[in-house]
């Protein structure tokens, strides 16, 4: 079955190329996870690719909190994920004028080189997105924004109204990929999938095979229900690199989610 | 003639460590210009500091747009801005929640090391500020968060309410040192000042001695009204970096704002 028809409405509508490579990935891999990979060391980062690598579609990263990073090691593992077939989602909330985040693409980290994925706050205005997407045209390269429609951590500022005007913006900006939202409710996630339309991805953190565990009160949401209302993606961490065995709780990840893909056509 | 005393009820209300540094170089520098220092090489800054750095209180960094950046050069460099007595100021617009915000404080670049001051967006929640305030603390420095209270980049979604929540939230909060606002317009700078009280910092962009001045329709506002409208630290880029005599511009800038706070007492 070609990537087209699994995606149906969301393969139609949204023609940004890396949007389509993400579609065809998922499809390869019959998975629709992102690792959240918050490690510290290079070491970490390389245990946890080599563990769960094959059952994801996308890997997130924060470059900037590796003590060890260095540009060969890096090299070395974007070649590693690469070689895996999966994307690398440097979730690094970008939150300046257009301009700068531009420059921000470059420097020692050279996020645009490898990252095929970065997340944004629409907050400074939407020259962003035109900022981010000029970083990977200038090295020839593909990339996709996924803007923060919501959060869920205490306190945070993004209000109904804020969501409404993330969403109407992105949702007709050619070099938005999709948004970020809350998986923990199905049923508010059904909401974000009506407002947003067909077109543009949603990817999800906050949901677990254990619902309703969490670190500090957080709640999570059941992968299978965040699909089926509307996520195209579920972000997971410490459901897979905390549990016994990784690469088990990463494959029962792409098993459902897949599963949930083909139930929602 | 003591800090105390210039800064009046400023330096009364405002007892986190890094605000009265700053108070104290301002007087000892006689001057309230950070200098908005974007350039791409070590070279380049290095060269505007060795140029202006005796007209400055602060120096406005982006540390991950420099190309040929290394542990070694930044090193010498934060040296030399230490010894011309000014404090370095990393832009990096903060915006992930404070776990994160935490550790992207360390990582390669490890920013709690040499910068005293750095910028955050309160969008994610307050809790960025512990997080941030958290990194410091980790290395046994202090340093200053920066909220952004305004912007003035087309289509932002800084608005009043959002403003309102910003200020509100922290003006109370003890790791905060200021908010960053929009210096065109000294009319409401004041609006700005009268929310904030007399406790925060308010340091603002947006400011030329030659106003109405600037690239592609931005408009620019006077040193001294600003200060006089209730401005702590003008941030000033192109007005000194593009001048044909940066020092001298510099200059020109350190005396007219110095002149302006000791008229406002």
């Not at 019959?30 to 390389?46: E, F, H, I, P």
């Not at 306190?155 to 949702?171: H, I, M, Q, R």
């Not at 949901?207 to 089926?228: F, K, L, T």
Request: hydrophobic share 40%; aromatic share 8%; proline share 3%.
């Amino acid at each position: 079955m070609q990537a087209s028809e699994i995606w149906g409405e969301r393969w139609i509508n949204n023609a940004l190329p890396m949007a389509r490579t993400y579609m065809e990935v998922a499809c390869r891999k019959q998975s629709l996870v992102c690792l959240a990979a918050d490690r510290k060391t290079m070491a970490g980062l390389n245990e946890l690719l080599d563990q769960v690598g094959p059952y994801l579609a996308a890997l997130k990263t924060h470059v900037d909190l590796i003590d060890d990073w260095s540009v060969e090691s890096w090299e070395a593992f974007c070649t590693k994920a690469k070689s895996m077939d999966l994307l690398i989602f440097e979730d690094r909330k970008f939150a300046d004028i257009g301009k700068i985040s531009r420059d921000q693409m470059s420097g020692v980290y050279n996020i645009r080189q490898w990252a095929d994925l970065v997340t944004a706050h629409l907050i400074s205005g939407q020259d962003i997105v035109d900022g981010l997407q000029a970083g990977w045209n200038d090295v020839g390269r593909n990339g996709g924004v996924l803007l923060l429609a919501q959060m869920s951590s205490r306190g945070n500022l993004l209000s109904p109204d804020y969501t409404d005007t993330v969403v109407k913006t992105g949702s007709i900006h050619d070099g938005v990929f999709g948004f970020i939202g809350n998986g923990s409710k199905p049923d508010d996630l059904k909401i974000l999938r009506e407002k947003v339309g067909q077109g543009k991805l949603i990817w999800t953190p906050g949901v677990n095979i254990a619902i309703g565990d969490g670190e500090m009160g957080q709640r999570y949401g059941a992968p299978d229900e965040a699909i089926r209302a509307g996520s195209d993606c579920i972000i997971v961490g410490s459901g897979i690199h905390k549990s016994e065995d990784p690469a088990k709780s990463a494959k029962s990840y792409a098993e459902i989610s897949w599963k949930a893909l083909l139930d929602r056509r």
